[in-house]
């Protein structure tokens, strides 16, 4: 396992889903993203697991969520107009607390709109795609390993907080190939599915949530029987249309993840120390900022980077801290301009926020970056 | 029981069609620990929420890929699907087609009550021909779909159909379709007074049971009827069986080849 070998984005994640124990897959294939629904279909039956073409997305999503409930860890995987469809049943699982992994490797939209060029689109859609409050975790790697490390994480943060994960590739991290090595099994920790807790004298409550806020439903057929609805529900699953209770649910689905932001934040940065400008960037286009940013700051520009592996929850603390500490932030990102809303909130005037959108299906180049970078540097120095 | 009252109406069929599939699953000898009960959106489907087996409410359209995912996950246990003529035909149907052609190894109750019950009347593909329906308030110009033999020829191995008034031979049907390894399909007619049958002056509960009675023909003697008298009509009994490989037991055996390295 350990040699260093030549892997694909999409690749890396599905390998890093299986070492995490997905050993369940449904899907239907779509450009950029078809890579990982293929190698599922070699390797799941050979770790005696299972994989299923469905009918379209919606069938995806929904096969893995039964599956889900009946014990299995599970992947599906798509791109935008697939992720569109999926929407409706992302948010049942977030109500019913079904751990999954979607993986949207993101092309460029809307509708059919470019189906082979990159994108970083679906920031939005990700948080906001279903209807409803309900909150959302979402990662996106930069390099092919990261895809492995982020696959693993994604696994393990659907089972313990019983929520469905979503990972959002670009195509460049997708379809790029890299020289990687990969982890050891015994490295690698992988969180396993919670176990039932049962009152004895009381009658069973899937629902009820553990001191974590989160509960700890049985897999069905372990003799529990229980109710697993989309309504809104008490403790033993059945549906209320209590407004109390609707409202308590709703604040303890945000909490059970929010109490755990800063475990589930991650970001790396670079050049920080005496950082006046900020390149707040992530995925794919983190690749080229970092090549921009390394070379404004040979010209001498005091300039750092934040890289966000965490996209959702949004990590406002580092941002936070940045404004406060910066002029300024630019925010690269291969779309009309899309986390950088965030950014924008988070930074609330404290630091000119500029947005630095790419929408002409080309990646960036460094020099693009390098140009933006030395724009603000002058226009913060005025 | 804690659940009761249960959401439906005075004389809403689907009390009957759901106590038929229990009473089946009671024929059959199934585990209830090891029977799981899955359904869509609608009036019918809310019946998952009263049987005590393990019990999944999906979202509308959606409960046989959910099945499917269940019955994949772990072949050992029983799959019944739960799901209403809008729930299958319509926002399921690209789904019902699909799991027919498959042959996973499910039986699909379906409580088919001419109509959009849950939302107040709207007309379903299968509402007749003519039929009202609060969006088709001159009556229906769609043309119905006939489910079973959409089942059939989509793949289904078993398939049936009954009717609420002849309640013994719907648990003799569904308890048959539990039986046969492969995707079961059971079409039960059951009346909805309330946002069906008042609006087509069909009377009450018991004049639309009536009414049941009249139009289901067993298949033997529809076969031998005139096109005349097939009209208003309606085949039950055993429609089809076939043979075909399940599912489930294939990917078995696809486990095994990826086992001994064929891939
Ligand atoms: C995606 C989606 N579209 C529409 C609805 C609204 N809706 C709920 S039940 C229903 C129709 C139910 O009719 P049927 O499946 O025939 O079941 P019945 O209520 O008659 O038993 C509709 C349209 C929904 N819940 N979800
Ligand atoms: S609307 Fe019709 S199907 Fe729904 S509960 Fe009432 S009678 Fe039954």
Redesign the pocket.
């Known amino acids: 396992m350990s040699e260093a070998r030549l892997m694909q984005g999409n690749e890396a994640c599905a390998e890093g889903a299986l070492a995490a124990g997905v050993r369940f897959f449904g899907g239907y294939p779509i450009t950029p993203s078809t890579e990982i629904a293929e190698h599922m279909a070699g390797a799941l039956p050979a770790l005696g697991g299972t994989f299923i073409q469905m009918e379209d997305e919606i069938a995806g999503i929904a096969v893995v969520l039964g599956a889900a409930l009946a014990g299995k860890k599970v992947l599906t995987a798509t791109s935008g107009p697939g992720f569109s469809l999926k929407q409706e049943l992302i948010g049942y699982g977030c109500i019913a607390e079904i751990p999954a992994v979607i993986v949207n490797v993101q092309r460029t939209g809307p509708s059919t709109g470019q189906p082979t060029s990159p994108s970083q689109g679906d920031i939005m859609q990700a948080r906001w795609g279903t209807h409803g409050d309900h909150p959302m975790i979402a990662l996106s790697p930069w390099t092919v390993r990261e895809s492995f490390d982020v696959a693993v994480k994604a696994v393990n943060y659907a089972e313990r907080f019983r929520t469905p994960v979503i990972i959002l590739l670009d195509e460049v991290v997708g379809h790029m190939r890299e020289r990687v090595v990969l982890p050891r099994p015994e490295e690698i920790d992988v969180y396993p599915r919670r176990k039932p807790v049962v009152t004895e004298g009381e009658p069973y409550k899937p629902f009820k949530p553990m001191d974590d806020l989160v509960p700890s439903p049985a897999d069905f057929g372990t003799g529990h029987r229980y109710h697993v609805t989309g309504l809104f529900h008490d403790e033993t699953g059945f549906p209320s249309g209590n407004a109390k209770l609707t409202k308590d649910v709703t604040h303890r689905l945000h909490e059970k993840i929010m109490r755990a932001q800063d475990e589930i934040t991650h970001y790396d940065e670079f050049f920080m120390e005496d950082a006046e400008i900020v390149v707040v960037a992530y995925g794919g286009t983190a690749r080229t900022a970092y090549a921009g940013v390394e070379a404004a700051r040979k010209k001498g520009v005091k300039v750092g980077m934040v890289r966000l592996m965490t996209i959702w929850p949004f990590a406002d603390k580092i941002i936070k801290k940045i404004a406060a500490q910066a002029k300024a932030i630019l925010v690269p990102e291969m779309n009309y301009g899309q986390l950088v809303l965030e950014v924008e909130r988070v930074a609330a005037g404290q630091a000119k926020v500029v947005s630095l959108p790419k929408y002409d299906t080309e990646i960036f180049t460094p020099q693009e970056i390098v140009a933006a970078i030395e724009d603000l540097n002058a226009e913060v120095a005025k | 029981m804690n659940r009761l009252p249960h959401?439906?109406?005075p004389?809403?069929?689907?009390g009957i069609v759901m106590k038929a599939i229990a009473q089946a699953i009671d024929k059959q000898g199934l585990d209830q620990n090891k029977t799981v009960i899955v359904s869509g959106i609608g009036?019918?489907s809310r019946a998952s929420g009263y049987m005590d087996f393990d019990t999944l409410h999906t979202a509308h359209g959606r409960a046989i890929p959910f099945a499917t995912g269940i019955k994949l996950a772990n072949p050992e246990l029983n799959v019944i699907v739960i799901t209403g003529d809008g729930d299958c035909t319509a926002i399921g149907g690209n789904h019902f087609i699909h799991g027919a052609r498959r042959n996973v190894d499910l039986t699909v109750v379906l409580f088919n009550?001419n109509i959009y019950?849950?939302t107040g009347g709207q007309a379903s593909p299968l509402t007749p021909l003519g039929k009202k329906a609060t969006t088709a308030p001159y009556g229906s110009v769609d043309r119905a779909f006939d489910a079973c033999e959409l089942a059939k020829a989509a793949g289904a191995t078993y398939v049936a159909r009954s009717t609420a008034y002849h309640v013994n031979q719907m648990v003799d049907l569904i308890a048959e379709g539990i039986a046969n390894k492969g995707f079961s399909f059971v079409e039960t007619m059951t009346p909805?007074?309330?946002?069906?049958g008042r609006r087509n002056k069909l009377g009450d509960a018991a004049a639309m049971l009536k009414g049941m009675s009249q139009q289901a023909v067993p298949l033997i003697a529809y076969e031998k009827m005139s096109e005349e008298q097939r009209e208003g009509k309606i085949p039950t009994g055993v429609l089809h069986k076939s043979q075909f490989p399940e599912y489930c037991s294939e990917y078995a055996q696809v486990i095994c080849m990826a086992g001994e390295g064929e891939v």
């Open positions: 959401i439906w109406c004389g809403c069929g689907n009036c019918s009550n019950g849950m909805c007074p309330i946002s069906y």
